[in-house]
């Protein structure tokens, strides 16, 4: 079974977890996706996968996930993760203090790869990231085509 836990600010998060259950369901992949604050530790005992997802918020993620990273380390050692954030299109700001913020801090995934390695868990792919139009969205066009790219790399890790 495959567990995304997210978490969510404007609701982005948590569309693109919601879409790659519907992808992996679609693929006859056992998923559910869970907010962050919600999970247990049966609940990360019973995944056979973990996908972790947050928005970028200050170039790391969000608060109730890095507290989750924390408090949840020793139970996510030696699992098999993937992982994916959402992101504003750094492209398309003409702000030169935003783009040396990310340069020097990155975004989301940045955080989780650092972390979860140091705990040693089992990355089972690159990262993936979904644009975010302005602060609060609503997600790019493109988001719907890499959703589905996800979801079946995500598939043929499961299988």
């Given at each position: 079974m495959v567990l995304i836990i997210y978490d969510s600010v404007y609701g982005n998060t948590e569309k693109v977890a919601h879409a790659i259950i519907t992808n992996l369901v679609k693929q006859g992949v056992l998923a559910t996706a869970k907010k962050v604050a919600a999970v247990t530790d049966k609940d990360i005992e019973k995944a056979h996968l973990i996908v972790l997802g947050s928005p970028t918020r200050?170039?790391?993620?969000?608060?109730?996930?890095?507290?989750?990273?924390?408090?949840?380390?020793?139970?996510?050692?030696?699992?098999?993760?993937?992982?994916?954030?959402?992101?504003?299109?750094?492209?398309?700001?003409?702000?030169m203090f935003l783009h040396f913020m990310v340069k020097h801090f990155g975004y989301a995934n940045d955080y989780f790869v650092k972390h979860l390695k140091r705990v040693k868990t089992h990355l089972v792919m690159p990262p993936y990231f979904f644009i975010v139009h302005g602060a609060e969205g609503p997600l790019a066009e493109s988001c719907k085509s890499k959703i589905a790219e996800f979801a079946k790399a995500i598939a043929k890790v499961e299988k």
């Open positions: 200050a170039f790391q993620p969000s608060e109730p996930m890095k507290l989750f990273l924390k408090q949840k380390s020793k139970l996510l050692a030696a699992r098999r993760i993937a992982i994916f954030d959402t992101r504003v299109d750094i492209a398309s700001v003409k702000s």
